[in-house]
């Protein structure tokens, strides 16, 4: 049976194969991390990665988990929201900006989220 590798290796290794420009690869290395670790910035940096690829469901599902590990994080909050618009489903958008307004209305992230709602795509 293969030994689970240690999460800093499987990270360490996904790392070094974005630096390569091989993020298929450096995705195999993250996957296996997410579930070694609570740390939320793994899922993130993995959904950055999905979602920079056109990925955009698996991004979702990732930016998502992030959230749900750090919830006043702001950050996935409003790439969620981007990735809901990507794929045209402005009421998920919306959801999405709304909580990141909420939990961190004074960072450049609740400003940017709050400036989106206030566009006429959001008026309804």
């Known amino acids: 049976a ?3 590798l240690h999460v800093g290796a499987l990270i360490g290794s ?3 194969k974005v630096q390569q420009q091989k993020f298929a690869d450096a995705v195999v290395f993250f996957e296996k991390a ?6 939320e910035m793994v899922p993130f940096n993995v959904a950055e990665i999905y979602f920079s ?5 698996r991004a979702i599902e990732l930016y998502t988990l992030a959230s749900e ?5 702001q950050d996935p ?10 794929k045209g489903d402005m009421d998920a958008a919306k959801t999405s900006l709304e909580a990141c ?3 961190a209305p004074d960072t450049t992230e609740g400003q940017t989220a709050s400036q989106m709602l206030q566009s006429p795509a959001f008026a309804n």
Do not use: C, F, M, S
């Not at 690829?53 to 469901?57: L, N």
């Not at 409003?78 to 990735?83: E, F, N, S, W």
């Open 2 to 4: 293969e030994e689970p």
């Open 14 to 16: 996904g790392d070094a």
């Open 34 to 39: 997410i579930d070694q670790t609570e740390d």
């Open 53 to 57: 690829r056109g990925e955009t469901d």
């Open 69 to 73: 590990r750090k919830p006043e994080w």
């Open 77 to 86: 909050l409003l790439k969620l929201a981007y990735a809901h618009l990507n």
């Open 101 to 103: 307004v909420a939990v």
